[in-house]
């Protein structure tokens, strides 16, 4: 299978700079009374919290949209190439795409991977069925029709889902994981029919000791959603862990466009020395910027880390972008970062290494 | 475990605060009105401990009403970070204010004192203190003026120690050293060092009458055990209403040591529904097949400020009321 890949030149047309890109969802509120936190809290005084009535809500959901354009906006003007499509929820993710599979509940929420942020874990109890389409997906419609820059929505992938679901009973099963995938692949198809190039998958928690023998439950995720979109480069992002001896088996995915690896202080050694294996044309979305500091590092930092990294993988495959979501940070923070990030990567490839 | 009974109850920490006072720290400290903050505060500490004392509950905690936050408290009065304007994100549409560690510490590493002075004054049973832990302080905030993780969970450590000679001195007995942030990087080994050295630090000298508890949540607590217990801690409290297979499964092949005590979560901190008498009974009797019993306290599984006060009352009631049950049976 063939995996498409757009050149910057392309994308960029006269600047034949590294690309820049987002993985994941961003801060959205800023110090002072945002307009969403101002419209959440109207409606939690006129109904019962809940992610149906989140999305039930007219006014509530018109926020979001303004929200979502603030977020692309941002995204631009900071200077990504590749724009994030600025997904909204009310809740967490893995809240907010529950309502998308039928009679699921979610459970209490877990810390995720060493954030200090909680996401509520899926109780699977049956095997999962489709009721409705992840909001990812109309919130990529949203963001294409507002602007002209190419968007990656960002999907946690249904093997997280999977590792910190409680499961019981016939969601136990191997059917219901490949009920879980099925219903991912029903919303890649539909981000692919609304015209989506690239898409960005969040697996990382396969990194973590436990989880890495479940490599092949991944790559089954990744093959059958590549799949549903034929036309669009799939990526698979990585963040806080070492690819260590997964690296190749990535990279052999069939329909894989792309790895994202998590080059920030404690991970950026092995991750450089994973790297002498990289082969073949695939993406490689080099996670530089360390989103889980507010500090912001320097452009000559930033080009250290890109000379070793384009020692192994040409400069052409290779994008610029957070270790992780930029949604840990204070939200100036967060674009401070991105903006140096874009500063960076484009003086990089204009210049050489220093 | 001194006088207290078989399966001794505590809480955690942190308990529900009346709303006005809740408003209120949302301002920036320059705006806030210190003397009505004071007085808010204590009358909240004051009514949590007559709650808890009127509910049954053996060992008192002063439900930190005068913190913000469990790291900007310390982290700001220790003079050490400034506050980032911007919120961050935590929990369905909850925001959290986040300290960023500009300096070296410019006040007194004593906040604790006063306040566990203002509560024993007032409480007939044993206060237990609860004080976040140097790896939490660190991994919980950002931090612009240490040269390395390492170098700042030590720094911090220092100040804990400090806080905790003031405490001991003062007689305290019962310590709650808080690691929730210790389950979180469990595939760096040399983070887990520093979190059990930093606690080592702190720890080092503490007289033997003085009970050490340690307390982690919301984490993959098998993928940490049995290197937790390298933490110099006597009682470890987790959460554990929705003890995971995977804990069991390692329990089992590892037993926990009959040295140390364990502090069981048995309701959900987050869930304001108020699990019933019988549910935390099952829970204990299925800790009681992993735990003696006199290695045993009960507690919730996290500190109770995230559920409405009522429903933290009732939690606390319904624990007192299914622990009793378990002694009577045990007796």
């Known amino acids: ?354 | 475990m001194n006088n207290l009974p078989l399966l001794p109850i505590s809480s955690i920490g942190s308990l529900p605060k009346p709303p006005e006072l809740f408003q209120a720290e949302m301002a920036p400290l320059e705006q806030q009105d210190q003397a009505w903050m004071r007085r808010a505060q204590e009358a909240a500490v004051a009514d949590w401990i007559g709650i808890q004392e009127s509910l049954g509950v053996d060992v008192l905690v002063d439900g930190e009403q005068y913190r913000r936050s469990m790291t900007t408290y310390f982290l700001e009065g220790w003079g050490c970070a400034d506050i980032d304007p911007d919120p961050v994100w935590v929990l369905d549409n909850m925001y959290g204010q986040r300290a960023v560690i500009k300096r070296p510490a410019t006040k007194p590493r004593s906040l604790l004192l006063d306040w566990h002075q203002f509560a024993a004054a007032r409480a007939k049973s044993d206060l237990k203190v609860t004080v976040t832990g140097p790896y939490t302080l660190r991994d919980w905030v950002f931090d612009l003026h240490y040269s390395d993780r390492r170098a700042a969970v030590l720094g911090m450590a220092e100040y804990v120690r400090e806080e905790v000679q003031a405490l001991v001195a003062a007689g305290v007995r019962y310590l709650q050293i808080d690691e929730p942030a210790f389950v979180t990087r469990y595939d760096q080994p040399a983070e887990l060092d520093v979190a059990i050295e930093a606690m080592q630090r702190i720890c080092a000298g503490l007289p033997a009458h003085v009970t050490i508890f340690t307390h982690m949540c919301y984490g993959a607590f098998h993928e940490v055990y049995p290197k937790m217990l390298e933490l110099p801690a006597h009682v470890f409290c987790l959460e554990l209403a929705h003890v995971s297979p995977e804990l069991l499964d390692i329990l089992r092949r590892h037993p926990f040591p009959a040295d140390r005590g364990m502090g069981y979560g048995v309701v959900d901190a987050q869930d304001p529904r108020v699990e019933s008498v019988a549910e935390i009974e099952a829970r204990i009797r299925l800790a009681l097949e992993y735990f003696a019993p006199e290695q045993l306290w009960i507690n919730p599984d996290c500190g109770l400020q995230a559920v409405p006060r009522d429903a933290a009352v009732a939690k606390l009631q319904n624990i007192v009321a299914a622990t009793h049950r378990v002694r009577q049976s045990l007796a």
């Open chain 1, 1 to 354: 299978m063939s995996c498409p890949y757009v050149s910057a030149a392309v994308l960029l047309p006269g600047i034949a700079s590294m690309l820049v890109t987002t993985a994941g969802r961003f801060p959205i509120v800023r110090n002072g009374q945002h307009p969403l936190r101002t419209a959440v809290e109207e409606w939690r005084e006129r109904e019962t919290p809940t992610p149906e009535s989140a999305w039930r809500d007219e006014t509530l959901r018109t926020v979001q949209a303004e929200t979502q354009l603030e977020l692309l906006a941002a995204q631009d003007e900071a200077g990504a190439d590749i724009l994030d499509a600025g997904f909204v929820p009310i809740y967490d993710e893995w809240f907010q795409a529950a309502r998308a599979v039928a009679g699921l509940e979610v459970a209490a929420p877990l810390r995720y991977l060493d954030t200090n942020t909680y996401y509520h874990h899926w109780v699977l109890d049956r095997i999962p069925s489709r009721q409705a389409e992840n909001p990812v997906v109309s919130a990529y419609r949203h963001a294409t029709a507002h602007t002209e820059r190419p968007i990656k929505p960002a999907l946690f992938g249904p093997y997280t889902i999977w590792a910190y679901a409680d499961r019981q009973g016939d969601g136990a099963t191997p059917a219901a994981f490949a009920a879980l995938v099925d219903i991912w692949a029903a919303d890649v198809a539909a981000l692919a029919a609304a015209g989506v190039r690239y898409i960005h998958i969040e697996e990382s928690v396969v990194l973590r000791p436990k989880h890495r023998p479940d490599f092949p439950l991944v790559a089954r995720v990744i093959e059958q959603i590549a799949n549903a979109a034929p036309e669009a480069t799939v990526i698979v992002h990585l963040a806080c862990g070492a690819i260590g001896d997964l690296l190749q088996p990535f990279l052999n995915i069939p329909g894989l466009g792309g790895l994202g690896l998590d080059f920030t202080d404690a991970y950026r050694a092995p991750n450089l020395a994973a790297l002498a294996g990289w082969n073949g044309d695939k993406i490689l979305q080099a996670g530089i910027a360390d989103a889980r500091s507010i500090r912001v590092e320097s452009e000559a930092e930033l080009h250290e880390t890109l000379t070793a990294i384009t020692s192994a993988v040409p400069d052409a495959n290779c994008w610029a972008t957070p270790s992780t979501a930029l949604l840990y940070l204070p939200r100036h923070a967060a674009f401070e970062k991105l903006a140096m990030l874009a500063q960076a990567a484009h003086g990089f490839n204009r210049n050489g290494a220093l």
